[in-house]
């Protein structure tokens, strides 16, 4: 529950970014958060909704895209990519994973007018 | 009027990483343990500061940066133990962030051996914020069940340490601690588990040499 925060800090890297193009308003903003980030993307678009206003996105739209958890196994070392919990290694078995993508919540891009 | 497509591809936690990576660092380098507890509500945090509080007081140096919405209630109770405490009280937010603790650590002495930072109560939200600590321990106590690490497995993915607290609770609860610690490790293998009660001492020899242990390892890496 902390999609409020998440949004401060995907604002203060959208105002630096846009003011640097130049851009006039920010029409609309597409993040990409992680499976295991803890964000719920339904809870990050309503706090985004309501910090918007009063900002050079008051118009934006939001894209959320939540990518595949992308895992490689401690044991075997291959890499797998799963929609839903993994807890063992899809091909020997083992548990324990390096998480390759699937914690992070990244600004992907931002469409503005100048 | 012209629209255009900026690609940005920045992390937006990027700036707390930022800084508690700063905080990281500074740290290790005065040869401080930085620790972060994390756990839900009520598993046992404060009462396992309090124990080891008593444990390390003489030999060691500790202080205390305390995480809550409201109250300086946790502070005085480290405080009480004669240890020096800081309390953050969020007024509302689930987690600590490191510029947080970057804030207290400015009246935070520099001669210390260990630094914990209890974080807010709450399993899910404090696992996605770094706050610069060397190691972070997740608690987990037996009146939650034992079924709690795959049903928050980020806390349990990030943490070094499990801890498996009110373990002379257990004889009266369905708590399978095997569970737990099986569950927990198919999540993240490389956890150390302890099983404690802090409140008995049972299991806080072994929590204790641990961390003594992990004092050493720092010192020897940044002496």
Known sequence: MHELSVVAGLFDILEEKAREAGAVRVTAVAIRVGRLSGVVPEL?????DS????????????RVETPPLRVRC????????????????????????EILEGMDIFLQKLEIET | MEKRELLVLRDILGTNKKIAGEIRAKLKEKGILAVNLMSSPG???????ESLAGRLKGRYRMAVIEGDIETERDAERIRAQGIP??????????HLEAKMIGKVLAEVPADLDFLFVENVGNLVCPASYDLGESLRFVLLSSP???????????????????????SDLIP???????????????????LDVFAVSALTGEGMDAV????????????????
């Not at chain 2, 405490?85 to 689930?94: E, L, R």
């Not at chain 2, 204790?208 to 002496?223: C, N, P, W, Y």
């Open chain 2, 144 to 166: 939650e069940g034992d079924d709690k690490p795959k049903k928050y497995p980020e806390a349990f993915l990030t943490s070094h340490v499990l801890v498996l607290t009110k």
């Open chain 2, 172 to 190: 009266r609860l369905p708590f399978d601690a095997a569970r737990a610690r099986r569950e927990a490790l198919e999540i993240n293998p490389r």
């Open chain 1, 74 to 97: 401690r044991s075997c070392g291959k890499e797998a990519s799963t929609e839903e919990p993994l807890f063992a290694c899809p091909d020997c078995g083992a548990p324990g994973f």
């Open chain 1, 44 to 48: 990050l678009e309503s706090a985004f």
């Open chain 2, 85 to 94: 405490a800081w309390q953050i009280t969020t007024g509302g937010a689930c």
């Open chain 1, 51 to 62: 910090f918007k206003k009063d900002t050079i996105a008051s118009g934006a739209s939001l």
């Open chain 2, 43 to 49: 598993s046992g945090k404060t009462t396992l500061l």
């Open chain 2, 208 to 223: 204790e040499a641990f961390l003594v242990g992990e004092l050493e390892k720092l010192r020897s890496a940044h002496a």
